[in-house]
């Protein structure tokens, strides 16, 4: 039918068995979102390109899958190996790569993998497939032949074919050929020749190991002297008590759990400073007690059973010592541990645990892309947002790492932490931690089925905790965070009616190109942007702005923006402004949920606070540190 375009990632179809789209024009990655019920899949003919997505191994009712005439390329993933019901699979005409070991347990009885660049010897098995088309691939069909063997002396070659494995090993030529004696001669020569080298070479090797032991001998002291020098702690700590192999063991376990893949020191996650003193301690003082404990930085890993003395002192300078408290390095050690425990997921394994991201599994729709509920096997929830094709455009791979390590640095217990990522077959997603109680936006204005009575207490807290995740990303946080999409569908509520702000660090996502252009859009409809906003500037008075019309939220139950009401009223900060300083105005615009059980001074106090950061000239509204203050004083 001439289809142009790509198939996007959203081929959610509930029921479908066969699926061709074959002989048209569609371009772009295979997505790794196809329906699990599909027995045939045909996407001959097109202009696809990228690799064959491991999500296939999903597809455990396939029996017939054409990809050919495409510009795929890349390795099979092992994951094909899993289609146990495949029988049918045409692969020519592309760019594969690498080995066919993936599919010789396969039930195949039609394979065509023509014209790649397939390599390595033919598995035996597919050999006895009825129908195997194999030619124009690289393959490495010879024999490797066997190393040039050293003959211990003439008389071994002359013997007969029975004493002689030799001439067995090299063909019947050997057996029936006469054997110069000149040969005979040179044999020997390059045996001799070559017999002398190895030695001399066994000989350097073992000088320079010797040469080697003997430095180390030399430089423990300095060793140590030198760790001492970058200022660790001074103070016995107790004796590791695991052994070596115990201590590699779980490192390795750790490692391979929870690392991020990432051979590029500048996207792995740094630990800040505070947080590397520390390590530092821990790794310099158990080598001078002759141990060999070491605490993994990386991802996820669990301290030892070393324990800070009561007081550590910092040496600065001659003559002066810092006392740090060991309640905070122990917090600084906890931290550290959550900053890199970033685990890497698979396409296939948020595939499988959002139900092939599935729209019963869809919790909202953010200006990023939608984010789905996954449960994992053990029960535990977490949150997935896959991140739109326009949203990353542009960016580069190594970009969305660097992402990804910027915003595992955001450690705040008011803000929505991350725990993984994935970023496979052009497929970028992020991994949170879930709120089950979900957003404000639906606990103020959803359905009664979902709504939670918030008494004025608890809003007075939602704001506070609110207000403390800005606080952090505005002032304490380095570089600088400006949110950039703060509304109250970004306020989430976790099963404590605890705050946790999501969309933290996106911003390089939501500035750029046609998402910049589309999340302004929506802050303005949706009534939350600054006035700023409308000439492109956004900082960080643009968020307190926004904010405040979330405490406005808040503190009347409408919604931002309601087109339904009268168009005076439309806007929640255009009608509630006028009457913030009008005390019995303030009184009948406050959420009827709360049926007047507020104290009328605390009422008005907030007021005061939403009134501040609501103002026009953003020089003129406060830091959020101020806020936060002012929320405290609130009784």
């Known amino acids: ?51 064959i997505p491991d999500a296939l191994s999903l597809l455990t009712q396939l029996s017939n899958l054409d990809l050919s005439n495409n510009n795929l390329s890349g390795q099979l993933p092992s994951s094909t190996g899993s289609l146990s019901s495949l029988t049918t699979l045409h692969l020519q005409n592309n760019q594969l790569s690498g080995t066919l070991y993936v599919l010789q347990d396969l039930p195949l009885q039609d394979l065509n993998i023509e014209n790649n660049l397939f390599s390595g010897p033919i598995p035996p098995k597919l050999l006895t497939i009825p129908n195997f088309s194999k030619n124009g691939n690289p393959f490495n069909t010879t024999i490797i032949p066997s190393p040039p063997a050293v003959a211990p002396a003439p008389v071994a070659i002359g013997s007969s074919p029975q004493e002689s494995p030799w001439k067995v090993a090299h063909g019947p030529s050997a057996l029936t050929a006469p054997v110069p004696a000149s040969t005979r001669k040179s044999v020997i020569a390059k045996s001799v020749i070559w017999i002398a080298g190895a030695g001399l070479l066994v000989f350097i090797i073992l000088g320079v190991f010797l040469l080697m032991l003997r430095c180390i001998k030399r430089r423990p002291e300095k060793k140590n002297a030198n760790k001492l020098d970058v200022g660790v702690f001074v103070g016995p700590l107790n004796k590791p008590t695991r052994s070596d192999s115990d201590v590699e063991a779980a490192n390795q376990e750790e490692k391979g759990k929870f690392e991020v893949p990432n051979r590029s020191t500048d996207f792995i996650p740094k630990v800040q400073e505070e947080q590397d003193i520390y390590v530092k301690v821990v790794s310099a003082t158990s080598e001078g007690n002759n141990g060999r ?42 931290r550290q541990v959550m900053s890199n425990s970033i685990r890497v997921y698979t396409v296939a394994l948020l595939q499988q645990y959002t139900n092939s991201f599935s729209q019963e599994n869809c919790i909202g729709e953010g200006t990023l892309g939608p984010v789905y509920r996954a449960e994992l096997p053990g029960g535990k929830l977490l949150a997935v947002r896959k991140l739109d094709a ?39 997603l992020l991994v949170y931690e879930y709120c089950s109680n979900g957003t404000l936006h639906d606990t103020l204005h959803g359905y009664d089925n979902h709504c939670i009575k918030l008494p004025w207490n608890a809003r007075i807290q939602v704001a506070l905790g609110a207000a403390r995740a800005l606080e952090y990303l505005h002032e304490n946080f380095q570089p600088p965070i400006v949110h950039r999409n703060f509304r109250s569908a970004n306020v989430l509520l976790n099963d404590n009616l605890e705050v946790c702000i999501s969309d933290c660090g996106l911003g390089p996502l939501l500035s750029s190109g046609s998402t910049g252009q589309l999340s302004g859009r929506l802050l303005t409809a949706y009534g939350y942007s600054a006035p700023e906003f409308e000439s492109g500037s956004y900082t960080q008075q643009s968020d307190v702005f926004s904010f405040g019309v979330v405490m406005l939220e808040l503190l009347t139950g409408r919604k ?13 900060v255009r009608w509630a402004v006028p009457q913030l300083h009008d005390i019995d105005a303030l009184s009948k615009m406050v959420d009827p949920c709360l049926k007047g059980t507020y104290p009328m001074k605390s009422l008005s106090r907030f007021a005061d606070i939403v009134s501040s950061c609501i103002q026009r000239e953003p020089e003129f509204r406060p830091a959020m540190s101020e806020i936060v203050q002012d929320l405290l004083r609130i009784k």
């Not at 001659?318 to 060991?326: A, F, R, T, Y």
């Not at 923006?561 to 009268?566: G, Q, R």
């Open 1 to 51: 039918m001439n289809l142009g375009g790509q198939l996007g990632s959203n081929l959610n179809f509930p029921s479908i068995i066969e699926l061709d789209l074959s002989n048209n024009h569609i371009e772009g990655p295979i997505p790794f979102t196809l329906p699990p019920t599909l027995r045939s899949l045909s996407l001959s003919a097109n202009q696809l390109n990228g690799s």
């Open 293 to 334: 404990e070491s605490i993994n930085t990386g991802g996820g890993s669990k301290l030892s059973s070393l324990q800070p003395p009561p007081q550590h002192f910092l040496p600065t300078s001659p003559g002066e010592k810092v006392i740090i408290n060991p309640a905070i390095t122990t917090q600084v050690t906890k």
């Open 390 to 428: 326009t949203a990353s455009m542009g960016q580069s791979h190594e970009q969305f790492l660097q992402l990804v390590s910027s915003i595992s640095k955001i450690q705040h217990a008011n803000i929505a932490r991350l725990v993984g990522y994935c970023a496979e077959h052009s497929q970028r």
């Open 560 to 572: 931002s923006y309601e087109k339904s009401l009268p168009r005076g009223e439309q806007f929640l």
